[in-house]
């Protein structure tokens, strides 16, 4: 099979997958990760099927996202075998997609990626910040019931990953201190860090913006 079809093929289960999400991880999120990684791919030199097919299908057995994201990975064993990707194509893909999370750097010892993992990763986050990423903050905040803003809870520091998932007390505002505006300074790539520096200033200015409207003094 061409490579034209298998990414055609990994697109189409993408969205059968993904187009029904309500928390920010809809197939929208995956055609700009998509885009993005192509993006860097100009500048990294890499395996541009192991990339594309990972950006495809990074979501779609997160484990915040599904309730058996093992049942999901085998599903996705099963297809990628039927559109003719080696075994260890496959083996590569999966792995980038469950180790690129944010959750995954909480550990002690973070999961090395591959220069793919890396672009897919870099792609991901930079779709986490800038006015994107703060409309997907937003948007995941009220899928998951949490509050906006409470001056009286604190953000939160020094997590694992049982306690960053935990939203119990957590605000949408606190969640750019927790993670989002930590993302600027793990990029991978060159071409993200300049294009995350961007989206870091325009997330800094709204933070300012909107305390001074919380307040009232606007």
Known sequence: MEQAEQIQKIQN??????????????FDHIQRVVKMAKRLLQEEKTDPLIT???????????????DDPAELEQEIREFLKTIELTDEQIEEILYITHNLGYSKSLSAN????????????????????????????????????EIIYDPEI????????????????ETIINHFYEKLLKLEGMMNTPTAKKIAS??????????????VEWDSEA
């Open 13 to 26: 289960y993408s969205h059968q997958k993904m187009s029904g999400d309500t928390t920010g991880h809809n």
């Open 52 to 66: 594309i097919a990972a950006a495809y299908l990074h979501d779609v057995a997160d484990d915040k996202l599904v």
């Open 110 to 145: 973070p999961p090395k990626l591959s220069l793919s993992g890396q672009v897919v990763q870099d792609a991901d986050r930079l779709d986490a910040i800038g006015a994107i990423g703060i409309t997907r903050a937003v948007y995941y905040g009220g899928a998951n019931g």
């Open 154 to 169: 604190k953000p939160r520091t020094n997590m694992d990953k049982k306690e960053y998932r935990n939203l119990t007390n």
């Open 198 to 211: 961007k989206r870091q200033k325009y997330m800094k200015g709204f933070l300012k913006e909107f305390y």
